[in-house]
């Protein structure tokens, strides 16, 4: 059975950092894509970035040159390191794991929140 389990949110004030961390098992990931969402009350879940099992990445457009995204193949983690944090960055952020053939998982989801 496959599992997603997310730390690292939190409160910080704007300006500041946070790192999420994504833990996954159950299955094998290396051909896998991890990635991060986020979902802000009333909104839509959007993609924050992703890595393919190639290491390309891709990144929303709002968070590029803030967050960079990484993973640890051997460990089947995936990291989210968010710098420069903005007040609209307050979101659940949800790690998502896709394995192709429609297979995706996420994880429960880990509340950040920037203050002004």
């Known amino acids: 059975q496959v599992q997603l389990v997310e730390s690292g949110g939190g409160l910080v004030q704007a300006g500041g950092s946070l790192r999420l961390s994504c833990a996954a098992s159950?299955?094998?990931?290396?051909?896998?894509?991890m990635g991060w969402y986020r979902q802000a009350p009333g909104k839509q879940r959007e993609l924050v970035a992703a890595i393919s099992g190639g290491g390309r990445t891709n990144y929303a457009d709002s968070v590029k040159g803030r967050f960079t995204i990484s993973r640890d193949y051997a460990k089947n983690t995936v990291a989210l390191q968010m710098n420069s944090l903005k007040p609209e960055d307050t979101s659940v952020y949800y790690c998502n794991v896709d394995r192709g053939g429609g297979m995706r998982y996420w994880g429960k989801g880990t509340l950040v929140t920037v203050s002004s």
């Open positions: 159950g299955a094998s990931f290396i051909l896998s894509t």
